[in-house]
């Protein structure tokens, strides 16, 4: 996969009030208009009904919803749970993204599964067992984990990809924990997958280089995102982002192109509750930071609900029978600062998609002398130069730095003066320079 994409998750319980998929298709109109090119959706197959607690998660008790489904704790991978539709709303709301020109990956929950499952009756071997017999749970969570010894359960899920491949004409995957799944697995079934969908598209949920050295097209960056909102939100020096980037790119190479690049998720937007980045970082800090995760190397990662400044709480175990209001705040779309928010972003995703230099240029770190405030780097291609610099701080910034502009692709709360710039609190500029 190219990894010029940029990637716009969507959970079916805060996208909307209703939470379903038919709900949700209404707005893939307005989701192309975003310029984003891949809807990652978050699991809507059906989820274990288990009334004991015991079987839920810490968090999902935590958040007192009261709510026994999990999304993350299947009971059926072939059919989508009542809770968001039907399998026929699935393919048609897979047939509606792709007439406006989006991709879809579904999300593959494999590591383990609810103790009810629909297939445990019949082949108790597809799940790992303690010496006595009964039903063995992870660690972290306490879920029937999924034995992976077993070659049938391997051609089970198998076919379950195929299904979704051939019948519903989902592009690829996201792969919850996937580096927890054995690798040979992922490798056999792709290889497969690979000879009905040449393009498929996957996505792993972990960090191990070792699975997108081969088979997976993308991979998370967790510690990436933790030091950048660490420094918008937590008053972390700017030098700390940079000096874990330079670690990182020592571990990955020019592997760090295929991790993702984002300040929010379903699980950081859930964990968040009312604090929502648009909160604690501000409308503005969020919008420099998100400046970061386009013109940075990888793959831009979007939130729903992002692209208007949503601030709600996304509780991803609420829904509209229990819990409480978790959905997007779609009025701030109204606002003046959902308003700018959404130019901003068709206006940035543009500049990711016209510009080579932006989201395949060389980066090289370029120093200033406000280090603590402001992430300056350069991006290089063929004979051009882009420089980016943000300013990470609610507070006016005077910083030494060398900006020649030639072409100024976006700017905001920036003064440029002979040597240096002045920039406003979350100012930010992106341009080519001369040489």
């Known amino acids: 996969m190219s990894n010029k994409k940029i990637i716009y998750q969507m959970a079916l319980r805060t ?172 490798e056999e079934s792709f290889k497969a997958l690979k000879e009905i969908k040449p393009d498929l598209i996957t996505l792993n949920e972990g960090t191990d280089l070792n699975y997108i050295k081969g088979i997976f097209d993308m991979e998370y960056a967790f510690q990436w995102t933790e030091n950048l909102v660490d420094v918008f939100a937590n008053a972390a020096s700017a030098q700390v982002f940079r000096n874990y980037c330079i670690q990182e790119k020592e571990k990955y190479g020019d592997h760090t192109k295929k991790l993702i690049r984002t300040v929010d998720t379903h699980d950081t937007a859930s964990d968040a509750g009312l604090n929502r980045n648009e909160i604690t970082m501000t409308t503005r800090g969020v919008e420099a930071a998100l400046v970061i995760t386009t013109t940075y190397e990888g793959v831009p990662f979007f939130w729903n609900g992002y692209e208007v400044c949503d601030n709600a709480e996304n509780c991803m175990f609420s829904n509209r029978d229990f819990g409480r209001r978790s959905a997007a705040n779609w009025s701030r779309g109204f606002t003046h600062d959902g308003a700018r928010r959404m130019e901003f972003i068709k206006k940035i995703h543009t500049i990711f998609h016209e510009c080579d230099i932006v989201n395949d240029g060389m980066l090289e770190w370029v120093d200033n002398d406000a280090e603590d405030a402001v992430i300056s780097y350069l991006k290089s291609y063929q004979d051009k130069k882009v420089l980016v610099a943000v300013n990470t701080k609610n507070k006016n910034v005077d910083v030494n730095i060398d900006i020649d502009p030639k072409e100024i692709y976006i700017v905001s709360g920036v003064t440029l003066l002979d040597k240096g710039a002045v920039m406003e609190p979350y100012g930010y500029i992106v341009t080519e320079i001369n040489d």
């Not at 406006?100 to 071997?125: Q, R």
């Not at 359960?153 to 979704?164: A, G």
């Open 15 to 186: 996208f909307t009030p209703e939470g379903t998929l038919k709900a949700a298709e209404k707005l893939l109109t307005h989701v192309a208009s975003l310029h984003v090119d891949i809807i990652y959706l978050c699991p809507v197959f059906k989820a274990d009904n288990d009334e004991d607690r015991t079987t839920w998660s810490p968090r999902q008790i935590e958040t007192n919803t009261n709510n026994p489904k999990n999304p993350y704790k299947m009971s059926d991978y072939f059919n989508v749970d009542e809770e968001y539709g039907s399998n026929e709303d699935l393919k048609d709301f897979v047939k509606e993204a792709h007439k406006n020109g989006l991709k879809v990956l579904f999300d593959l929950v494999y590591l383990h599964c609810g103790k009810n499952a629909v297939f445990i009756k019949e082949n108790p071997d597809f799940v790992e067992q303690n010496a006595d017999g009964t039903i063995a749970v992870g660690e972290q969570w306490p879920f029937a984990r999924l034995n992976f010894k077993n070659p049938d359960l391997r051609k089970y899920l198998f076919e379950n990809m195929k299904t979704f491949v051939t019948e519903y004409a989902v592009d690829g995957f996201r792969c919850d924990v996937g580096d927890q799944v054995p690798l040979d697995f992922w």
